[in-house]
């Protein structure tokens, strides 16, 4: 469950990139400026560089129905 909690922390952020480009428009630096802002705000976590957050949004992309996705995963039965 730990792996797809994470994954659906990465989705999310991804969907809310995507959310805040389409607000803002293209060119307003929404990665780099919410990278800046979540390190500043969690600097003991890794991983929220601009590129990471690069690659939230394109998995989001990727997967627009990932809740739905998730759901069915966690029905499936584990060993």
């Not at 800046?36 to 997967?63: C, I, P, Q, V």
Request: no cysteine; charged share 25%.
């Amino acid at each position: 469950t730990a792996n797809s909690q994470l994954l659906a922390s990465y989705w999310e952020v991804g969907q809310t990139i995507i959310q805040q480009e389409n607000e803002e428009g293209w060119g307003a630096k929404t990665v780099e400026r919410l990278s800046a802002d979540l390190r500043a705000e969690f600097e003991d976590m890794k991983g929220l560089s601009a590129r990471n957050l690069r690659y939230m949004r394109e998995f989001a992309k990727a997967y627009p129905h990932f809740s739905i996705l998730q759901q069915a995963a966690a029905k499936l039965p584990f060993g």
